[in-house]
């Protein structure tokens, strides 16, 4: 079951613009990534933050993390035409066994040249 | 090489068919997974693979059959498919599933199969 919910579901901004998604989940985590998919393709990834951690910077690519609302955002500044893409949060559930990433329902992005 | 590796690109096969998915990776990765992702939906976990051993099957139907023949290896065998299995299905390896610090996971294109 994915227990990750994004909003919006949708964002469609300008060249240059910043852009947040947002994501929230159930259970507690170990860690918290963001994905990126181009059409049709594989997902790539692009940062992790871990529990402890509040904020992290990669790049134009700044994550945050609240645990006590269980939410995280991405935010992509200075956006470009080549950001278009799906862009999925993905939780590293605690767990006795095993680790499994549970993705969120995605963020569709385009950025309008 | 930083690369997932997947085969075929494409793939139409008939309710009867036998055919098998191929997944490689040469990162030394011990974790290897299969996902599933329908259109305008986030990928969905099938199994998960530690260290060549079958740790997570989520309930997956048998007439999906997944195989590893070694670490660098993992195959996703088909049998008498329906047509709501057509989808993207995406291979994924991750450095070492017990250490939760580091399993960011990288990904293959995927291999885009439609049942008639």
């Known amino acids: 079951s994915q227990q990750g919910e994004e909003d919006p579901q949708a964002l469609s901004i300008q060249e240059g613009e910043n852009a947040t998604m947002n994501c929230s989940y159930k259970?507690?985590?170990?860690?918290l990534q963001w994905y990126r998919q181009n059409s049709g393709r594989g997902l790539v990834h692009l940062i992790l933050?871990?529990?402890?951690?509040r904020e992290k910077h990669s790049g134009r690519l700044r994550v945050t993390l609240d645990t006590s609302k269980k939410s995280s955002s991405l935010l992509i500044t200075a956006s470009r035409a080549a950001d278009t893409a799906s862009y999925f949060c993905?939780?590293?559930?605690?767990?006795?066994?095993?680790?499994?990433?549970?993705f969120g329902e995605g963020t569709q992005l385009t950025v309008n040249p | 090489d930083t690369e997932v590796t997947q085969t075929p690109k494409h793939l139409v096969m008939g309710m009867t068919n036998k055919k098998s998915l191929k997944c490689e990776q040469h990162?030394?990765?011990?974790?290897m997974y299969w996902y599933k992702q329908k259109a305008k939906k986030p990928p969905e976990l099938m199994f998960v693979?530690?260290?060549?051993?079958?740790?997570i099957n989520e309930s997956v139907p048998s007439r999906f059959s997944p195989e590893c023949p070694n670490s660098s290896l993992l195959n996703l065998h088909l049998h008498a498919l329906q047509p709501e299995d057509s989808a993207l299905y995406l291979c994924?390896?991750?450095?070492?599933?017990?250490?939760?610090?580091?399993?960011?996971?990288?990904f293959g294109p995927g291999t885009r199969l439609t049942v008639l």
């Open positions: 993905a939780t590293d559930e605690e767990q006795t066994s095993g680790s499994r990433l549970t």
């Open positions: 933050i871990r529990s402890n951690e």
């Open positions: 693979y530690s260290y060549e051993k079958l740790s």
């Open positions: 990162m030394g990765h011990r974790a």
């Open positions: 994924a390896s991750s450095q070492d599933e017990e250490r939760t610090s580091y399993n960011e996971q990288f």
């Open positions: 259970t507690s985590i170990n860690n």
